[in-house]
């Protein structure tokens, strides 16, 4: 599971006597970075007024925008409105090993929830999840590929991640099982979406190992016949 502090969120940031609200992360290389300002920019109009900061990411030296609403009425985390890229992570080693079906749904979840569409984000998250479970299934269990793309995430998850179960927290298994009813009932269904975040996190980081430990595997078995 990833510390709070390497979690891609919201955060202040203090620029010419004014406090921003940024991304904590690089847009393009998704470093957790502390970015320098290029230049500052604000518009406004009777309604509206809208500052804009040019960033450069220290690690990889690209360039990006952070948009933030700075009426009297918007307040802290509200203040921040989009970021020019979009949020992504094409270069992150694990996102790497899942299919582009995943990549571009839990991208998606990602900037939905980055937007305030938490709705979205949340079942985004869960189908994300769904997706990924399979994937791992399907490297784990060739043969039964079909049984694993017609099944439901849970009993995937009950057939084929058996041996992982014992990880998964009751509320987790509840949300999974009945995320509609779970997000129709419950208030802290933000919390919900913490948790099925924090599974695919260890999903990610399971196919990672399962990758490797495959290779190393077949290398073994490679090997052998020379010896
Ligand atoms: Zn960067």
Known sequence: MQNNENKLMKIQYEYDNQEYIIINRCPHCNLDIHPTVQSQYSFENNNYKVSALSLTCPSCKRDYFIFNDFREDTIGLERFII??????????????????KFQSLYMQSINSELLGHLDIAFFGYVKSLEILIKEIATVQHPESEDVILFSNLISCLEQFHATNMHLFS???????????????????YEASSELVKDCINYFLLYLELLLKTFSLNNQTKSEKPSK
């Open 170 to 188: 009751k509320k987790l298994l509840e949300i999974l099982k009945n995320d509609y009813l779970f997000y129709y009932k419950t208030e802290d």
């Open 83 to 100: 970021s020019n890229p979009k949020y992504g992570f094409s270069e992150n080693a694990l996102v790497k090993n899942t299919s582009k």
